[in-house]
């Protein structure tokens, strides 16, 4: 039983569900800490991207670093630190106090990730087909968060009806970053007349086959689990969006699907989302529908060292401005060990009313410890 809860307690702390890395180091009677690390790096062909503006760039990136740091004082109150690479410089990415009193009810404060839709909570290493694709029509983790949508606050969670019913409700900072708006900092310097609200946000989701136990989610289950799950979120923040001519509140709201049936010869997997967002208005570009699609299919049979996944994707954002953005992914992953050693390619089509079509070739690897 202490073992089971350690192990799950430092698989939350070190990454999202179903990450199988990370070392453990026991330092006492139901105390742990355990370290590991993620990255992700890839090469990209953009049209038009180089410097000329008339040719395709070709560029290699480290997309992302993670190191993770998890800790257990005991059955009860456990920990994780974890740090990003944005880019530039070495940036905290969670660092929150985690109280366990059991499977149905969880209780974690600091820096963390805020409830939202299945896309941002799996994130770029959990989702099909990886990286940070759900910026088109998923775009909690750019609004109300402070860094990879993550953000300051509590969150109370936890799994019932046989864990296949989870909640998560949670009060944060919000309106710290993104839609456009200013931060309190900054409204407050600019003399905007403006309160101090906090933003709540809450996830439902019933799983109808295989239960999905734990906080944070997964975007595809590689053919390990049969579901059929529905979720819906939302976000509230009461004067959440500021600029110096207009205040606002901010409400965002979606409906999340994911379909994976194990056949054969591999499994399937369907996923689908709708999102409504609002702001009184104030940021047009940030207000409107958006929604996306997704089909992946992985095969049984090894191909060398891993299986293959191809898949595709779309997605459109059309803000209150009219102007829409719609992006076509179609790919294929190599999965070498799960969500810990991929590589895969994808090309993708973005169109911007008003803007001209852009494609992008990318190679990505990743790989967790």
Not at 167 to 192: H, K, M, N, P
Not at 233 to 253: C, F, P
Not at 329 to 350: E, F, H, M, P, R
Request: with cysteine.
């Amino acid at each position: 039983m202490r073992s089971t809860f350690k192990l799950s307690v430092l698989l939350c702390a070190c990454a999202a569900a179903q990450a199988q890395a990370g070392a453990t180091i026991p330092i006492g009677p139901d105390r742990s800490v355990s370290v590991g690390f993620g990255s992700r790096a890839s090469y990209a062909s953009v049209e038009d991207g180089a410097p000329d503006g008339d040719s395709r760039s070709h560029d290699f990136n480290l997309d992302s670093g993670r190191l993770y740091f998890g800790a257990t004082l005991n059955e009860t109150i456990g920990g994780m630190f974890n740090t990003e690479w944005d880019g530039d410089r070495i940036r905290v990415l969670d660092a929150a106090a985690q109280f366990t009193i059991s499977p149905a009810l969880n209780v974690w404060a600091g820096r963390l990730l805020s409830p939202s839709d299945r896309a941002n909570m799996a994130g770029p290493y959990y989702s099909l087909g990886g990286g940070y694709w759900a910026g088109v029509a998923s775009r909690y983790g750019y609004n109300g968060g402070i860094f990879r949508g993550r953000d300051d606050g509590v969150v109370v969670w936890g799994n019932v009806a046989d864990g296949k019913l989870g909640y998560s409700f949670g009060a944060f900072e919000g309106r710290t970053f993104g839609i456009g708006s200013l931060t309190q900092g900054q409204a407050r310097a600019a003399g905007v007349d403006a309160g101090d609200q906090p933003m709540f946000s809450g996830r439902l989701q019933y799983d109808f086959w295989d239960a999905e136990p734990g906080y944070y989610g997964t975007g595809n289950y590689l053919g390990s689990k049969d579901i059929l799950a529905i979720g819906v979120a939302a976000r509230y923040q009461k004067e959440g969006v500021l600029t110096v001519s207009d205040v606002g509140n901010y409400t965002a709201w979606n409906v999340d699907f994911l379909l994976e049936k194990r056949l054969p010869g591999g499994a399937l997997s369907v996923e689908a989302a709708y999102y409504h967002y609002r702001n009184d208005d104030v940021v047009l570009a940030e207000q409107g529908k958006a929604w996306s699609a997704g089909l992946g299919y992985i095969f049984a049979a090894n191909a060398g060292a891993g299986r293959l996944q191809p898949f595709v994707r779309y997605q459109q954002f059309r803000p209150d401005t009219g102007l829409d953005t719609r992006q076509s992914d179609a790919g294929v992953n190599w999965i070498i060990d799960g969500y810990n050693a991929q590589l895969g390619a994808v090309y993708s089509k973005t169109r911007q009313d008003t803007f001209a079509d852009r494609s992008i070739f990318a190679v990505n690897l990743q790989v967790q410890y």
